[in-house]
């Protein structure tokens, strides 16, 4: 398992709490994305970004947060506003303009 | 706004026989058109792009513009192509530069 890296691999949280899912790339890769992973629903676009202290919102943004201040680095919080955070997370990278992503293994991330 | 429909999300097939993944899109420009594919227990990853006009795996998929299609299809399916397959699109120039929209998936099993 080399260039992008996600952890945990399982993550509890209590409702109302904020928790970080960390996502790292060792590609050289430009940009970087978040998605969610539900059954039914393929993957949704939470948040990317294609270069360092610049991020977009997705299609799902509300209740998550970002950053992007290493371009190895895409970390990603799931706040208490989100309503149903319980779901398995993907993060991609890819060199800027290039749809030929590479995905990490997921988080996922249970609500008890 | 732009769309990805996989109208199954169940698909069963014998091995030998062929086997046709449909993906419809909706997009007013002229998008770039991927196949994702994640075998058990591995990471998401590209199968092919129309640009390439490649074979993977013994898989082609061809661009219809005038259906919005791009089917994802092989003469003899094999045990090992048992998977999820997602169709997944992007606007090589538009606002949204650089981000896949992802349909719904689907599930295809190879029975022996």
């Known amino acids: 398992d080399g260039g992008i890296t996600q952890s945990p691999k399982y993550l509890f949280r209590k409702e109302g709490q904020n928790v970080t899912l960390s996502c790292e790339q060792n590609?050289?890769?430009?940009?970087m994305y978040w998605y969610r992973q539900d059954p039914g629903q393929g993957l949704r676009l939470i948040y990317y970004?294609?270069?360092?202290?610049?991020?977009q919102k997705g299609d799902i943004a509300e209740g998550y947060s970002v950053s992007r201040e290493k371009k190895e680095s895409f970390p990603l919080t799931v706040t208490s506003a989100q309503k149903n955070p319980t779901a398995f997370y993907l993060c991609?990278?890819?060199?800027?303009?290039?749809?030929?992503?590479?995905f990490g293994s997921g988080t996922r991330l249970t609500v008890v | 706004a732009q769309r990805v429909t996989q109208p199954e999300k169940l698909l069963s097939v014998f091995k030998g026989a062929p086997v046709e993944l449909k993906c419809n899109y909706s997009?007013?420009?002229?998008?770039?058109l991927f196949w994702y594919v994640q075998y058990s227990r591995q990471r998401l990853q590209l199968l092919l792009r129309?640009?390439s006009r490649e074979s993977i795996k013994g898989f082609t998929a061809d661009l219809n513009k005038g259906e919005t299609s791009f089917h994802l299809k092989k003469p003899f399916a094999q045990e090992e192509d048992s998977a999820m397959y997602y169709c997944?699109?992007?606007?090589?120039?538009?606002?949204?530069?650089?981000?896949?929209?992802f349909g719904q998936g689907t599930i295809l099993t190879v029975h022996p």
């Open positions: 997944a699109l992007s606007d090589p120039g538009g606002t949204s530069y650089g981000k896949l929209t």
């Open positions: 590609l050289n890769h430009d940009a």
């Open positions: 129309h640009i």
């Open positions: 970004s294609q270069i360092v202290n610049d991020f």
């Open positions: 991609a990278s890819s060199f800027r303009g290039n749809y030929g992503y590479t």
């Open positions: 997009y007013s420009g002229s998008p770039e």
